[in-house]
C-alpha cells in the first residue's frame, strides 16, 4: 500500500545460495551434508565457493585451496563445471522473465529485478519474491534467497541479510532504521580498503556515516562520498538495466488480398525491407541472420534462413539475401501468399555480460 501510495519502485534482488556448491551437492547426494568447496585441486588452486557446511571452517571465495584443506581437513574439492551452472542460470533467468523483462544480471546467480509494473498485475512484490523462489526450487533443485525493497541497494542487502533460503523485506518505513545498524562494510561499493579508512574516522554504521556532510564525504572518499551519503539516508536511484540482447529485429505485411504473382512478390519483399532497416538503424541492432517468414493463404507458415559474415544493417545488404530466401519458397495462384516477414536474428540471443569476477577454476598451472 505504502509503497504505490509513495510512488516508490519495487524491487527483487535474487541472489542463490552457495551457488557452485549446492549445484555439485544436487548432482552428487554422497556429498551433501558436507563441507564442499569447488575450486581445482592443485597447488595454486583457490576456491570459487564453499558449502555452508565449509563455511563454518571459515573456508570461503578465493582461499587458497591449500589453506581451505588445512582450515578443513575433510573437505571435499569438486571440480567446476560451468556448463551446468550457465543451465541453471539459464534456467532462472526463464523464470524472471516470466514476471518482468526489466531484469538486471549481475552474475550467473544473482540479479535484480523491477516488478513495480510486472507480467502477472501482482500487486505484492514479497508475493512474486515467493513465487520465484518456489519455482527456481522446483525447477533447479536449488535454494534462492530474495530480498525485497524500494531501490537496488536495498533490496541487495535485504538478500544477504537471511541467507540461506532466506526472504527479507525492508519497507520505506524501516529502511533508515535497518541501515542505521548496518555495518559499512556491508553497503554496497564499500570494499576492504573503504571500509577500513571508514572505521579510521570513526565510522563503522549506517547511522554514523549518515552523521558526516556531504563535503567531508565528497573530500574523502571522492565521487563515491556522493553514493555512500545517499545510501546512508535510503536513496538509491540507480534504475535497473536490462543486459539481455535483443533476439532480433524483424517486421512483417500482411496483405489485404493474398498475392502469387512473382512481380507483386518482389514488390511487396523490398518494402518490407525498406521497412527492415528502418527498424535496425532505429534500434543499432546487429545482427548476421537473416529469417524469411512466408504465411500462405491457408495459414500455413514456413521460413528460411541465412547467415552472413558481416553485420546486416542496409538495404544493399538485405534485399538480394532476401530475394535469394524467396527464390526457395514456392508459390502460385493454388498457393497464394497472405504475409510476407523478414528479422534480422542474433546467434547469441539470450546472453549477457558476466562481471569481471569470475576466477577461472579449470587452468593447470
Ligand atoms: P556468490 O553469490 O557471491 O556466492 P555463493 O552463491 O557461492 O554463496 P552465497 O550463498 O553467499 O551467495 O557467488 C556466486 C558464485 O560465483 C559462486 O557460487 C562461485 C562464483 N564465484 C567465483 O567463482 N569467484 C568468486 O570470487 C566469487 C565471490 C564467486
Ligand atoms: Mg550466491
Redesign the pocket.
Known sequence: MMSSELNLRRIIHI???????SVEQRDHPEWRGKPLA?GHDSSRGVV??ASYEARKYGVH??MSIQTAKRQCPDLIIAPGRYEVYREVSATIHRIFHDYTDLVEPI????ASLDVTQNKKDMDLAVDIAKEIKQRIHEETGLTA?AGVSYNKFLAKIASEYR??DGLFVIHPDRALDFIATLPVEDFWGVGGKTAERMHRLGIYNGAQLRSISLGYLLHTFGKAGRTFYDFARGIDDRPVVSERIRKSVGCEHTFSQDICLKSAVIIELYHVTLELVERLQESQFKGHTLTLKVKYGDFTTISRSITQAKVLRTKDDILPLAKKLMSRVDYDANHPIRLIGLAVVNPHAGEYREKE???E?DIDF
Do not use: G, Q
Request: charged share 25%; hydrophobic share 50%.
Open positions: 541472489d542463490m545460495d552457495a551457488f557452485f556448491a569447488v570459487a565457493t571465495s578465493a552474475s550467473l546467480d544473482e534467497s541467507k540461506p569476477r569470475w576466477i577454476l
